[in-house]
């Protein structure tokens, strides 16, 4: 009974103060007013230290160039390195580089002719390829768009690499029939080159090594292709923006002179965690106040009902229902703010968003909020409303029922 007594009183205590809220709709306005004046600027920062720090994140994570780091030099790795190299939980893609002076041929296709474009090691997962099919053989490649179009090709053309190779002094050459299974845009890559697997740079190197490479019709040749293959280099891909310096200083520290964009990564870094520092302070600042200014309403309204919350002291409200009267009201409170709060950041993020279109892509925003941090927001107005009512009701609970015994 005593239990049914106290749940009876929390919903009464609940429904006085949703009439009290709004008999006093002025004062309650200029509550939610004052709550959506410090919680709006401050969503609408928030959401352009996002905007603007996602973008700049996600344009230098879009450009696979950014999460290469170039080895310098011809080396000799072996494939257990390679293979603790790929296992790190930083790199996102690594493939074997044969030598620089070996990684080259020549393509013909109806009588056109492309000497000595680069070949490029690939193989699934390569970053620059861009969805684009991988060579599913040694016969398959891929060519850059300016390649394709210097030789009038596309996917599904048939292409031949030639070879050449001197052994003392015989020339020798070998003509390759190789299929191009995509083209690459401009935007991947530029100038001429030739994507192709690991298999063909192989078959390449040996075969200008002087060896007999019967994949590529070589039958002749003087000595042996190697038992242990030793790789030059090596194409490497950091997993993401993050990883860039960290895997960069374990290569250097193994004594390898690695090239990265790690400066421009830095500055967009550098960035954001100012933007992020000044909306801490700023949010703070606006928090502390808000808490304050609200502690300090609920305070006045107590104070201005003494006579009201010594007749319900007076007639039995307990404690507790009666610390949830201004933290009912505070829930509302903090609810209309946040209703209020959210449409005004959406016109003013919209706008944002609109004045810069030109220089925004598709799906990049100078203004945004996610939905997570929307939430951690509202969540945040309600812990600070209920922190500023429990003052309050504190204070409630201090009055002496006898107050209105006197007055009648």
């Not at 950014?66 to 893609?93: C, K, M, P, S, Y």
């Not at 002719?113 to 016969?139: C, E, M, Q, R």
């Not at 990265?260 to 100012?274: D, F, L, Y």
Request: glycine share 8%; charged share 20%.
């Amino acid at each position: 009974m005593a239990t049914k007594g106290i749940g009876r009183q929390w919903r009464e205590t609940a429904i006085l103060a949703w009439r009290d809220f709004v008999h006093e709709w002025r004062v309650s306005l200029c509550l939610v007013f004052a709550l959506s004046a410090v919680l709006a600027p401050l969503l609408v920062l928030f959401g352009l230290r996002t905007g603007i720090v996602t973008t700049m994140t996600e344009r230098l994570q879009a450009d696979p160039r950014n999460l290469e780091l170039v080895i310098r030099g011809n080396h000799r790795f072996d494939q257990r390195w390679l293979d603790t190299l790929a296992a790190r939980a930083d790199v996102g893609f690594a493939v074997p580089r044969t030598r620089t002076l070996a990684a080259t041929l020549t393509l013909e296709a109806d009588g056109r002719f492309l000497h000595d474009i680069d070949l490029i090691p690939t193989a699934a997962g390569d970053p620059l390829l861009a969805g684009a099919p991988t060579p599913a053989g040694l016969h398959d490649v891929l060519v850059t768009h300016t390649a394709g179009a210097k030789l009038g090709v596309g996917p599904g053309s048939r292409v031949d690499g030639l070879i050449t190779r001197r052994i003392d002094t015989r020339a020798e050459a070998v003509r390759v029939p190789l299929t191009v299974v995509a083209v690459l845009p401009e935007t991947v890559i530029s100038g001429d080159a030739v994507f192709a697997s690991t298999a063909l740079l192989f078959a390449t190197e040996d075969y200008r090594d002087g060896a007999r490479v019967p994949e590529l019709g070589a039958d002749t040749g003087i000595g042996e292709r190697p038992r242990e293959r030793r790789f030059a280099n090596v194409r490497l891909y950091a997993r993401g923006l993050s990883d860039v310096a960290p895997l960069a200083l374990q290569l250097r520290g193994d004594g390898l002179d690695v090239v990265t964009r790690a400066k421009e990564i830095a500055s967009v870094q550098a960035i954001g965690r100012v933007l992020t520092l000044i909306f801490a302070v700023l949010a703070a600042i606006a928090a502390g106040g808000y808490l304050l200014s609200l502690a300090a309403s609920v305070w006045a309204t107590v104070e201005r009902k003494r006579k009201e919350i010594a007749l319900l002291r007076l007639i039995g409200l307990r404690s507790g229902p009666l610390i949830g009267f201004p933290v009912v009201q505070a829930l509302l409170v903090a609810t209309g703010g946040i209703i209020v709060s959210g449409v005004l950041y959406l016109i003013v993020a919209t706008a944002f968003n609109r004045l810069f279109a030109a220089e925004l892509a598709e799906r990049e925003f100078v203004c945004r909020l996610f939905v997570g941090d929307a939430l951690a927001a509202a969540l945040l107005t309600v812990v600070l409303a209920i922190a500023a009512a429990v003052v309050g009701g504190y204070r409630a609970t201090r009055i002496d029922p006898a107050e209105r015994l006197r007055e009648l």
